[in-house]
């Protein structure tokens, strides 16, 4: 979609430097000034209706850089259009550019001048452009989760899998809820596609999940491995859907239980492997038509850098429901594990993205991050003894996530 007209805007804007003054007050200023000047330039140059094509020809400048200027000076909302700001190195290409007569000179050096200003407000407040991005996208008045967008979050992802040695394609969650007559029980499939190690000395923790209890705390129970030809005994490895084997895997006792570690190995992508775990957790809490709960969370640690996560929650249409499920996402670099806690609200983190109903029909669960996907659904439901027709169906789908968070979908429960 093109850009509005732009017209020049005759106001004033001051750089506040006052004792005391925010930084949101004192970027605003520097930004609108510039803005303002870029526009009064723009119209100086070529009227209002003047496009990024027409700037970059009659000023010869790069045409992603006209593109960037113009998409800035369009935007009402400067916080906004900060994110289509060229560098400093582009800023100063147009400062240029617009010198030669093509402007009044009183316009090219309002321009300049501003430039100047926003300079001081980035070495003041934030030190580097890079820091005074990052530090405006907590400022537009978009969604929260947007401002921590795609852009961020894989430029995060590409530093991580480098820094930690490892990465994946997708992390998956499958989590089915069903009432019995005096419980709730859970069963979960958990696991990693297209796990990559990027350090042949790496080994890392793979079955880190947990599931919360009524009123947030956690229930001791027995969980038992979800294919019954599976030992108690052994990893709870679906190996119909992993590439690796059970007795291949490391078994570390920590005092919540087990956790199952995949041992060093070679590296890139001809060694990635699958690995797909499946516990059922029989009785995890009390009977949700009883209406003894208000809630049910399911919890997905987010510890291994990844292009995509997968989160389907599937409720037994015996249990009531009182609204829709809901996301949230827990930051875990001061500590924690993101159970519901006194101290849990304090690290919550923007998140945009929320679970969305897809139907009974199996053929709309397929999904390109998981191919086998359905394949998964359906051995599960042998297992469980169940129809894709008894469960209504919530998917959560992200993008490169933050690491390390704990990603919760809680289900409301209502009582009939």
């Known amino acids: 979609m093109a850009p509005p007209p732009i017209q020049a805007t005759a106001s004033k804007h001051t750089t506040t430097h006052a004792a005391g003054a925010s930084f949101e007050k004192v970027a605003q200023g520097a930004l609108l000034r510039l803005r303002d000047a870029a526009r009064t330039a723009f119209v100086a140059a070529g009227g209002p209706d003047f496009n990024s094509l027409s700037l970059s020809r009659k000023l010869t400048i790069d045409k992603s850089l006209s593109w960037r200027l113009v998409r800035f000076a369009a935007e009402d909302d400067v916080f906004a259009g900060s994110k289509h700001l060229p560098g400093d190195a582009g800023l100063r290409i147009f400062a240029r550019a617009i010198r ?8 090219a050096t309002e321009y300049s ?21 990052a530090l405006l996208t907590n400022c537009a008045s978009e969604q929260p989760g947007e401002v921590h967008g795609t852009e961020f979050r894989r430029s995060a ?22 009432a019995g007559d005096r419980c709730t029980d859970v069963t979960l499939v958990s696991g990693f596609l297209g796990l990559r190690r990027m350090r042949r000395d790496l080994s890392w923790p793979l079955a880190r999940r947990r599931v919360l209890g009524h009123e947030g705390r956690t229930r001791e129970r027995i969980a038992m491995p979800l294919d ?11 190996s119909e859907y992993s590439s690796v084997s059970a007795e291949s895997l490391r078994s570390i006792s920590t005092e919540h239980g087990f956790w199952y570690e995949l041992p060093e190995g070679e590296i ?17 809490g009390p009977a949700a038509r009883a209406g003894c709960i208000e809630r049910s969370e399911v919890l997905l640690r987010l ?23 809901s996301a949230a996402l827990f930051g875990l670099l001061t500590g924690g594990n993101g159970e519901n806690t006194p101290d849990r609200e304090r690290q919550r983190m923007p998140i945009c993205e929320q679970p969305m109903e897809i139907g009974i029909e199996p053929k709309s669960w397929v999904t390109p991050v998981a191919p086998r996907h359905w394949e998964v659904v359906h051995d599960c439901m042998r297992w469980l003894d169940r129809r894709p027709a008894s469960f209504r169906v919530f998917r959560l789908a992200l993008r490169y996530p933050i690491i390390p ?11 009939e």
Do not use: Y
């Open 100 to 107: 030669g007569g093509l402007v009044p000179a009183s316009v």
């Open 113 to 133: 001048e501003a430039l100047d200003a926003l300079d001081a407000v980035v070495k003041e407040h934030a030190g580097s452009r890079a820091a005074f991005r």
């Open 157 to 178: 992802f590409q530093a991580n899998s480098a820094l930690w040695g490892i990465e994946a394609t997708t992390r998956l969650l499958c989590a089915f809820l069903t």
């Open 228 to 238: 019954p030809s599976v030992p108690m005994d052994v990893p709870p490895l679906l």
């Open 268 to 284: 890139g992508g001809t060694a990635a492997v699958d690995c797909m775990f499946g516990e059922r957790m029989p009785s995890a």
């Open 303 to 325: 510890d291994i850098p990844s292009e995509h996560v997968l989160m389907d929650i599937f409720v037994d249409r015996d249990i009531p429901l009182a609204g829709t499920p």
């Open 405 to 415: 968070t704990a990603l919760v979908v809680t289900t409301p429960i209502g009582s």
